[in-house]
């Protein structure tokens, strides 16, 4: 599923790539690890066996390599370099498990769709020249690839031995030596856009909270942008956290495990290569947020992050009630958390997706018109409330069957209360249900309706 978010009026678009139902922002060139060793481990690696063609080993411990009783065996492996990376050398250590009998050759395999799943030596993919002898480091076999690894992308290799014996490595699933590629990094300046970073020191407020004022809320937006933060190439987000330039990067990882948000963003991190500017995170009822972690993302000031925050304000109860004001004990608790534990400017969705929730009935509390009710009442009380961080977002679905609903119009609650738009646009790899190029997941026709 992909997500674009634009701010209102239209001035940006942002594309966002994450799981179904899920959210996340898009970003500027990306830099993995710049400056320093990318240790990568195989993402697939496997022998073969001249003497079992059919047989399957890449779920096994050990790598094995050389011939025996007329039995030739040969181990593949595969490393994605991520993108980003600035390659300025690499080399590859093999940890052996037993006896070396040699020598050893690695050489590379151009052709990269092999799997440890299916690889057998009836269908092993073709091997290249080779790349040299290996250095010898007690139990290590180091193997340097010159210039075979000339950036980001998929690299396989190939590991032979003509000797009468078999030498055994050990493999991906051994934890205790498993094959690792180093690529060394230079440094390159990072272009993303950065969170805002408060100037304001002092204490946080803790007055009491100030009943809402009866006044129109001003609409207006805060005019200050956030300043240029050092280490980037000048980009920043203004008030409504557009970027100056680039685009706002992130995922929803984790999102359908039970790992912690904050940890789960993190590893995804580390695997792709480069840092993310938008952390999401979903929350419903009365949950408090933000939380500790979603506020320490946030202000991490290595790696600038904005919040996502998708929030469920109806939560067991309806729109229509929220609207009433039945709910204002809700919204209230949130405008305090927000206004003395965090200043920073973040996005707000509420409820994201609304259409998936309409029940269309007379008294139900969820029409579409109730959803705008309750969307306009909770962004006014938290102005009411002096809360000015909030960058509103409304959500859509993006699905053509909602837009062809007499009622879809009526969830826009007004330009004065949304500042970005979003759609999800629901994708598949598959030709047949929503396939097809990217312009047209993005805007596909309703039937007997408008597109996007």
């Not at 004001?325 to 707000?348: E, H, M, S, W, Y």
Request: net charge neutral; proline share 8%.
């Amino acid at each position: 599923m992909s997500r674009s978010i634009v701010p209102t009026p239209v001035t940006f678009l942002a594309t966002l790539l994450a799981g179904a139902g899920s959210a996340l922002l898009v970003p500027a060139p990306a830099q993995a690890a710049a400056g320093a060793d990318l240790k990568l481990a195989a993402t697939n690696d496997a022998y073969t066996s001249s003497g079992r063609r059919t047989t399957v080993f890449g779920q096994q411990n050990k790598l094995v390599v050389g011939r025996l009783d007329g039995d030739t065996k040969i181990s593949y492996l595969t490393f994605v370099v991520p993108a980003g990376a600035r390659v300025t050398g690499s080399h590859l250590d093999l940890s052996t498990n037993g006896a070396v009998s040699g020598p050893i050759r690695l050489s590379r395999v151009l052709d990269t769709s092999w799997s440890e799943k299916t690889l057998t030596s009836a269908n092993a993919p073709a091997i290249g020249l080779a790349l040299g002898a290996p250095a010898v480091r007690g139990s290590v076999l180091s193997f340097n690839l010159g210039g075979e690894i000339a950036g980001p992308g998929t690299y396989s290799f190939a590991v032979q031995s003509a000797a009468g014996a078999v030498t055994r490595f050990r493999s991906a699933e051994d934890v205790s030596g498993r094959p690792v590629l180093t690529v060394n990094t230079t440094a390159a300046p990072p272009v993303r856009a950065p969170v805002p970073t408060p100037t304001d020191t002092s204490p946080p407020d803790t007055s009491p909270t100030p009943a809402p004022s009866t006044a129109a809320p001003s609409t207006a937006a805060p005019s200050t942008a956030a300043p240029s933060v050092p280490g980037t190439s000048g980009c920043v987000t203004g008030a409504l956290l557009v970027p100056s330039c680039g685009v706002l990067w992130g995922a929803a990882a984790g999102g359908f495990t039970a790992a912690p948000r904050d940890q789960a963003l993190l590893d995804w991190e580390r695997l792709s290569g480069r840092t993310a500017t938008i952390f999401h995170a979903y929350h419903k009822g009365d949950e408090l947020f933000p939380t500790r972690s979603e506020i320490a993302m946030a202000s991490d000031p290595a790696h600038p992050r904005v919040l996502l925050l998708n929030w469920k304000v109806a939560y067991g109860s309806t729109w229509a009630k929220v609207a009433s004001g039945a709910l204002d004990q809700r919204i209230d608790a949130f405008a305090a958390r927000v206004k003395t534990t965090f200043p920073q400017k973040f996005f707000l969705v509420l409820n994201h997706e609304p259409e998936n929730d309409v029940i269309a009935r007379s008294g139900s509390g969820m029409e579409a018109r109730d959803f705008a009710a309750m969307y306009r009442h909770t962004i006014l009380r938290l102005r009411a409330l002096g809360v000015t961080n909030v960058v509103n977002v409304l959500a859509y679905m993006g699905n053509e069957k909602w837009m062809a609903q007499s009622w879809w119009a009526d969830l826009y609650p007004g330009d004065d209360v949304v500042d970005w738009m979003g759609l999800d646009s629901y994708v598949s790899a598959v030709p047949g249900y929503h396939y097809g190029k990217f312009a047209d997941l993005l805007d596909r026709r309703a039937p007997n309706g408008p597109s996007f």
